[in-house]
């Protein structure tokens, strides 16, 4: 029997990486490969019904790795939801997650696995300076991760986002351990995604990729995967949105949202500090909000990064340098439907100083080439709302 069609390989950059059409079949073995006897499956309450997450649950079971679910995930995962998925792997004596989804399941896993064996609160271990030695190492339980959608890369990155269900604000977690072990990335699982979710999936990976991109520290291995990501989706998100059963299309789709999460180790910048403040408040889809808030900081950003994607928009077949590739964005945007405004998703200027402070207090502040104040980060609202 001829293997599926599209692009196959495996990788362990930046870990183990089975890549390939029908590779969900190898998820006993990547559990094994991980030294996990008895994995938890974490996921969304969304994907828990699906028959992507029954094919899963079923390849487990038939290995005599048994057949656990956890899915009280909400699209934006908080504390609350952390501490029910630890009951239930403390109460199914489990010794290892499979992270199976978006970005909203695949990061609460991951704090799952993390926070299985630390005796302090998960706010202790936030991404500021070294906190994350504060953990204990040895008791943060293997994690194989198998993404659903193409959108976050949280499948190789070593951190999550959780959001303090009292205060709104989104917090980042790290820590070096909560890279997974291996990760089966399938694009035949991404294949029944709705069409909202594939643009606005494929978008994130696009914003991790601009805003790497853009970022003025000094990481070329990451510059050049954010180049090359970018060209992955400008050429194939079209692609999987009009023919959801394009593998080919998918894969590469998949790769790029890897990708934008690597590159973006050089730093993330106004977009994401604009977007977690308004998904915290507003419940937005992430990847969504992205795409809105990108026109308006591309604007505010482009004295800093006009010679970069002058450079750059040749290779993605863009004519006009900087101001081609602006206009490209908003054109990208518009194919896939998404709202020109935050208020056409819902958010009200009434918040914009609650705003303006969250975003200011983001980590992700640091890496926008301009710097970013009350001033510029209110204008960046008023424009995007």
């Known amino acids: 029997m001829s293997p599926p069609a599209g692009p196959r390989a495996t990788w362990s950059y930046p870990t183990a990486i089975r890549f390939g059409a029908g590779r969900i079949a190898e998820?006993?073995?990547?559990?094994?490969?991980?030294?996990i006897a008895k994995p938890?499956?974490?996921?969304?309450?969304?994907l828990a019904s699906m028959e992507i997450t029954a094919r899963a649950l079923a390849v487990l079971e038939e290995a005599g790795l048994g057949r656990a679910l956890f899915a009280e995930v909400d699209p934006n995962p908080n504390e609350l939801n952390l501490a029910a998925g630890l009951e239930a792997y403390r109460a199914g004596g489990h010794d290892g997650v499979v992270a199976f989804g978006g970005g909203s399941g695949l990061d609460l896993a991951?704090?799952?696995?993390f926070m299985s064996g630390q005796t302090r609160p998960i706010w202790d271990f936030e991404d500021v300076g070294d906190w994350w030695t504060r953990a204990d190492a040895s008791g943060i339980a293997p994690i194989v991760a198998v993404p659903t959608t193409a959108g976050t890369g949280s499948e190789v990155g070593r951190a999550s986002v959780i959001t303090n269900s009292q205060t709104h604000v989104k917090k980042i977690i790290f820590h070096p351990k909560v890279l997974p072990s291996v990760v089966i990335a399938d694009p035949e699982l991404t294949v029944g995604m709705p069409k909202a979710i594939t643009a606005g999936t494929g978008l994130d990976a696009f914003a991790h990729c601009v805003e790497a991109f853009s970022s003025p520290f000094y990481h070329p291995m990451s510059q050049g995967i954010a180049l090359e990501g970018m060209r992955l989706v400008i050429e194939n998100l079209p692609r999987a949105y009009d023919s959801p059963g394009d593998i080919e299309a998918r894969?590469?789709?998949?790769?790029?949202a890897a990708m934008g999460a690597v590159a973006f180790q050089k730093g993330l910048g106004a977009i994401h500090a604009m977007s977690h403040p308004v998904g915290a408040l507003f419940n937005t889809h992430h990847g969504t909000t992205n795409a809105v808030c990108m026109p308006a900081v591309l604007d505010l950003n482009a004295p800093a990064i006009r010679e970069r994607f002058d450079r750059a928009a040749p290779y993605f077949g863009i004519d006009g340098g900087y101001e081609g590739f602006r206009a490209f964005v908003q054109a990208?945007?518009?194919?896939?439907?998404?709202?020109?405004?935050?208020?056409?998703?819902g958010v009200t200027a009434d918040r914009i100083d609650e705003m303006v402070a969250m975003a200011l207090d983001d980590p992700s502040c640091g890496g926008n080439p301009v710097e970013l104040t009350k001033e510029n980060l209110r204008g960046l609202f008023e424009a995007a709302l």
């Open 27 to 35: 998820l006993p073995q990547a559990c094994r490969a991980a030294g």
């Open 332 to 345: 990208f945007n518009d194919r896939f439907g998404i709202p020109r405004r935050l208020g056409d998703m």
């Open 251 to 256: 894969a590469n789709m998949m790769s790029a």
């Open 110 to 113: 991951k704090m799952v696995a």
């Open 40 to 46: 938890l499956l974490v996921t969304d309450r969304g």
